[in-house]
């Protein structure tokens, strides 16, 4: 974490502190624009960033991650990034423990926690808890992680069937969690999940998260992509894999990473890849955005293409303002 007290002194007592709230949290689906949005709200309002990101947690992967730059890092203190090592495994409940742990460093301070990031089931974590489920169990784990998926798949659907309708069934690791949590409880994984679409109004931070039209949304994206690509993702990767990238499960789902191992691995052209990348990461927004529409808790920013950053979080800042 950054040592944000030498970098950012507390900010002084005035309009910016009188409206802030405990936390603050900000989501959206990838490319949509919300770190750029989060750093001028940390600015303007006295902040600090929590990355809300399964995959910026890991070092190394950096550029396609999209991880905020050194330069954003200088400009606003950010927290929960580069927090494990490829060999390491990282889940919402550790998400949660130290994403709780920085709101009270942050609070210390004087400052606004702003939660900011894309996936769903950490914002979970923090705001609702993860329910009654166990933790993780080394040696059911390490059986599940050698079954294959469509085994795996097969078991789910035959002992949660409502588990199974719902859990994205690309992403092992959410299967495997939930046939984890079946075998070492007997009980449906579906039963002992927190409520995502019940937090007590009055307890539940502001949380905005950002919305754009789907041609708006794709052409943002695959801009992305191509700068990704532009910027090294096919020499990063060859170099992770180096450090061990493909026997870390978890890291390897990261979408872009795996698809430039397949290229490396002679199995796509470098064009294929790139086309199949972007797919993916459409594919990924639609589900990040699924995730967020089942809280009722979230207030959509509807955010049009010729909305810069300064609007869209001169307009957040409003709302809260309001509140």
């Not at 004087?110 to 993780?136: M, N, S």
């Not at 069937?161 to 079946?182: G, H, L, S, W, Y």
Request: hydrophobic share 40%; glycine share 6%; with cysteine.
């Amino acid at each position: 974490m950054a040592n944000s007290k030498d970098l950012h002194p507390p900010s002084p007592i005035g309009r910016a502190q009188a409206i802030h709230p405990r936390v603050l949290c900000l989501a959206g689906a990838t490319a949509t624009g919300k770190s750029e949005v989060a750093l001028l709200l940390a600015e303007q309002l006295g902040g600090e960033i929590i990355s809300v990101d399964s995959m910026q947690v890991y070092r190394g992967l950096d550029i396609g991650t999209a991880k905020p730059s050194s330069a954003d890092r200088r400009r606003v203190p950010h927290h929960l990034i580069d927090v494990a090592d490829l060999d390491e495994a990282f889940d919402a409940a550790q998400f949660a423990r130290l994403a709780h742990q920085a709101v009270r460093e942050i609070h210390r301070r004087g400052r606004l926690p702003i939660l900011c990031g894309g996936t769903g089931l950490y914002f979970k974590a923090f705001v609702d808890g993860l329910g009654d489920a166990p933790p993780a169990d080394a040696a059911v784990r390490a059986e599940l992680e050698a079954t294959p998926l469509i085994e795996l798949l097969h078991e789910l659907e035959e002992r949660d069937p409502a588990a199974f309708a719902k859990i994205d069934r690309q992403n092992p690791r959410r299967v495997i969690r939930a046939i984890e949590v079946i075998r070492l409880t007997g009980k449906p994984f579906s039963a002992q999940r927190a409520d995502w679409s019940g937090a007590d109004e009055k307890s539940a931070p502001p949380f905005f998260s950002l919305a754009r039209e789907s041609s708006d949304l794709h052409n943002r994206i695959n801009g992305r992509v191509d700068k990704m690509f532009e910027r090294g993702l096919v020499e990063e990767t060859k170099h992770l894999l180096s450090q061990g990238l493909a026997e870390n499960k978890f890291a390897l789902q990261a979408i872009g990473y795996r698809q430039v191992v397949e290229h490396l691995r002679g199995e796509l052209d470098l064009a294929a890849t790139v086309e199949l990348v972007k797919v993916r990461t459409r594919q990924f927004a639609k589900r990040q955005m699924t995730w967020f529409r089942k809280y009722a808790k979230v207030k959509w920013i509807d955010c049009a293409a010729r909305d810069n950053a300064v609007a869209l979080s001169e307009r957040i800042a409003a709302l809260i303002g309001r509140k």
